[in-house]
């Protein structure tokens, strides 16, 4: 299995420009999340999936959007990027509740200029 | 209020030292505590986690924890580290949110084991 995979691995934007961050599990998987991770703020959960067709707000889903199509594909969109959203996400996936094991991707590196 | 706070935000250890990572939380969120560990430049993956039974957690890498509830405390502990230990911890809770649960995280401790 080749668990939780993101791409890309890092990416500079350009202010105003638009980006999809591409995240797939091979676990079949019910839940899958986004976080973002910016330093010494841990992570914040922007948008969650708890099934194929259904999505939901995180903490900090602003100038963020998501869609769920399939099991194993959770994308992230941003539509205007700002320097606000320069981090680190990550996309992690659990299998039946949230209490459960969270696996995490290794991450893209996004810097907006 | 903060849902779960992590009371170092750096740990500096001896090689074979023993260490333990404070972690609280706030009584108002329930009692699923986890401890995840970021090593440099990947993502974050799971020590141990605590739903329910016994107080004493044991994880992977010889990691433990304990729950305290009267004290709101799940403290990591280690009794001799190694430089591979070298990495950012975090604990988190599951937090009840508008009738869904999420998992919410602390904002990180980063130990570093020095030869």
């Known amino acids: 299995n080749a668990g939780v995979t993101q791409t890309p691995k890092f990416r500079i934007l350009k202010i105003g420009q638009s980006m999809t961050l591409q995240c797939a599990q091979d676990?079949?998987?019910?839940?899958m999340y986004w976080y973002r991770q910016d330093p010494g703020m841990g992570l914040k959960l922007i948008y969650y999936s708890v099934g194929a067709g259904i999505t939901d707000k995180g903490e900090v889903p602003n100038g963020y959007n998501v869609s769920r199509s399939t099991t194993e594909d959770f994308p992230l969109r941003l539509e205007l990027a700002a320097p606000s959203q320069t981090s680190v996400y990550f996309c992690?996936?659990?299998?039946?509740?949230?209490?459960?094991?969270?696996?995490f991707g290794p991450g893209t590196r996004l810097t907006v200029l | 209020a903060q849902s779960v706070t992590q009371l170092d935000s750096q740990v500096p250890v001896f090689e074979e030292a023993p260490v333990e990572l404070r972690c609280n939380y706030s009584?108002?969120?329930?009692?699923?505590l986890f401890w995840y560990v970021q090593y440099p430049n990947q993502g974050l993956q799971l020590l141990l986690k605590?739903?329910?039974?016994?107080?004493l957690v044991k994880g992977i890498n010889g990691f433990e924890a304990e729950f305290n509830k009267s004290q709101t405390s799940f403290h990591l502990r280690k009794p001799s580290v190694h430089i591979s230990d070298t990495a950012e911890y975090f604990c988190a809770v599951i937090q009840h949110q508008g009738g869904s649960e999420k998992l919410v995280f602390g904002k990180g401790t980063k130990l570093t084991v020095n030869p």
């Open positions: 992690a996936s659990s299998g039946l509740a949230n209490t459960d094991t969270q696996y």
């Open positions: 605590y739903l329910s039974g016994s107080t």
């Open positions: 676990m079949n998987h019910n839940y």
């Open positions: 009584s108002s969120v329930s009692v699923y």
